[in-house]
């Protein structure tokens, strides 16, 4: 999604001459999030490739009749879904939240870097608070038939019109001279119009960066502190977003480890043999991704958000915690007795 929309800005690179190292930075600080998304299900995909492999070579079958138990052969899992773990902990905490802050800063400074470096002949466009519309344009750069709505004045709907805009002092952040048109204005309060013939007239379109600087930060882009206790005054509703984002982001590392348990128990638990294996991947992969849309489903239903929260901690938990418990040296005979897709 966030890359997609990274894609939008293409154009300001091709026609606008935005740089194309600023593109490219706001894909990297896309990354983490990415990294995020993608690790756990990387990690229960090379769980199971692996071990199907050694299932398929005989190793796994020599390796346990060497004497090696379920936690032996699944200790490589078991760490590398650790390591995962804490990986993606690290992005969660830290990275994801200082990545996506610069990400919608840079998103931010193209909108509002400059009105008229933006425009885009013959399409109706919105930055921050003006609306601008250019019928064409001349050999020279000049805007022409343009229409500008500025809303940066409450209580007040402008709209200016023009024959033509001439663009002067781009370096900082770009005024527009407006030739031969009409400034209609309208109080919003007593609902007088008025109107104002002109020859010239210019227009400061850099917004105000005292805006710029005080915007709201949205719950992704904040750390678990904020969430949990934002210095403003958030409704209630915004309040459990909140929450829900921060309990979010405490609990999806957690799914490269259940991911990895999940896999290794669906490979190595039982007898082997070259039947089932398929139906078995298929499980796991099925039971993963049921426990990643139970738990997001638990965190975002807002209406029981404490039951909620809990039931979502629980549902992982218990994986890990059933997971462990059939990798244990009791649970040997029963599984292979019991398990009627593992059987020889």
């Avoid at 052969?73 to 902990?89: G, V």
């Avoid at 990400?103 to 013959?122: C, F, H, M, N, P």
């Avoid at 001279?177 to 104002?196: A, F, H, V, W, Y």
Wanted: net charge positive.
């Amino acid at each position: 999604m966030w890359l997609a929309q990274s894609l939008r800005y293409i154009d300001f690179i091709a026609n606008k001459g935005v740089p194309f190292l600023l593109f490219i930075e706001m894909i990297f600080f896309l990354l983490p999030n990415l990294v995020v998304i993608v690790a756990p299900i990387a990690v229960l995909i090379s769980v199971l490739f692996i071990y199907n492999k050694l299932i398929t070579d005989h190793e796994l079958v020599v390796m346990q009749a060497s004497g090696l138990g379920y936690w032996q052969l699944a200790k490589p899992a078991i760490l590398i879904s650790f390591l995962f773990t804490i990986i993606i902990y690290l992005f969660n905490l830290y990275f994801l939240p200082f990545s996506f802050r610069n990400y919608r800063d840079i998103k931010a400074a193209l909108s509002e870097k400059s009105l008229t470096s933006l425009v885009q002949v013959g399409q109706f466009q919105t930055y921050g608070k003006y609306t601008i519309y250019a019928r064409s344009q001349d050999s020279q750069g000049n805007f022409l038939g343009i229409l500008i709505y500025d809303g940066s004045q409450e209580g007040k709907k402008i709209l200016f019109m023009a024959e033509k805009g001439i663009v002067f002092n781009k370096e900082e952040g770009g005024r527009l001279r407006l030739i031969n048109g009409n400034r209609q204005e309208k109080d919003l309060e007593t609902g007088k119009p008025s109107i104002l013939y002109f020859d010239r007239y210019v227009i400061e379109t850099k917004n105000n960066s005292e805006e710029k600087d005080g915007r709201f930060l949205r719950a992704y882009e904040r750390n678990i502190e904020d969430l949990l206790n934002p210095k403003e005054t958030l409704t209630p509703s915004a309040r459990l977003e909140f929450i829900s984002a921060a309990h979010q982001r405490l609990i999806s590392p957690l799914y490269a480890f259940v991911f990895g348990l999940l896999g290794v128990c669906f490979m190595i638990l039982g007898h082997f043999n070259r039947k089932g294996r398929t139906g078995r991947i298929l499980m796991a992969c099925i039971i993963a991704c049921l426990i990643e849309i139970g738990a997001l489903v638990f965190l975002h239903t807002l209406k029981y958000s404490n039951l909620m929260i809990s039931l979502s901690y629980g549902l992982v938990i218990a994986t890990i915690g059933v997971c462990c418990l059939l990798l244990t040296p009791w649970a040997n005979g029963f599984l292979k007795m019991s398990l009627p897709w593992r059987r020889s």
